[in-house]
């Protein structure tokens, strides 16, 4: 490429800046290390008591059902002669029941969920794997193989353990999924430091 193609430099522009973004990452990276930190310790102790977390995310589901559920009901009786009414007031009715029971007994509900969660993740892996092999000319298509193929295997050991399964699982991967996040947040806040 010769120099006349290259684009010169305009003297009155201002000299290129770092985004706002990556400088206040830079001036708070010890907080951001802070949170990353916290979060591995909350991980850590949620896959320790993984039966308490699952029952406790079941509880908090529960109560944001039924609150929903129960908003549902007083908007559409309050909106009388709405069409479709009649079928938004049902889904309030199942939403706050739906909620009470997982209030009642989390532990039944979180398990239920987890048989969900095990079927959901059968299928997706299944049309991923299903995916990946119609796009093998596409260089990076393992990795899309390798995922539904855990997923597939995840879907499968959650379904042959149910309801064991139900007991831990959500906790499990609370636990999992808040390890992971702050392990990303304390790599993000070390790569930003001032050196």
């Not at 995840?154 to 996040?181: K, R």
Request: charged fraction near 10%.
């Amino acid at each position: 490429m010769s120099d006349s193609t290259m684009p010169t430099p305009d003297p009155s522009s201002p000299a290129p800046t770092i985004p706002g973004g990556v400088e206040a990452l830079r001036e708070n990276w010890g907080w951001l290390l802070a949170l990353g930190l916290v979060l591995i310790v909350l991980g850590v102790l949620a896959l320790g008591s993984s039966v308490l977390v699952t029952q406790v995310w079941a509880v908090l589901l529960g109560v944001v059902l039924l609150i929903g559920g129960v908003l549902q009901i007083v908007q559409m009786v309050s909106a009388r002669g709405w069409r479709g009414g009649l079928w938004h007031l049902a889904a309030g009715v199942l939403y706050a029941v739906a909620g009470g029971l997982l209030i009642a007994e989390p532990l039944v509900g979180a398990a239920w969920l987890t048989l969900f969660l095990a079927a959901f993740f059968l299928v997706d892996g299944v049309f991923k794997v299903v995916m990946a092999f119609q796009l093998r000319d596409h260089p990076n298509w393992g990795w899309l193989l390798l995922d539904g193929v855990v997923l597939v295997a995840l879907g499968v050991l959650l379904w042959s353990e149910w309801p064991a399964s139900g007991l831990f699982a959500i906790g499990l991967f609370i636990g999992i999924q808040m390890i992971f996040t702050g392990a990303g947040f304390a790599a993000l806040a070390l790569s930003a430091r001032p050196r």
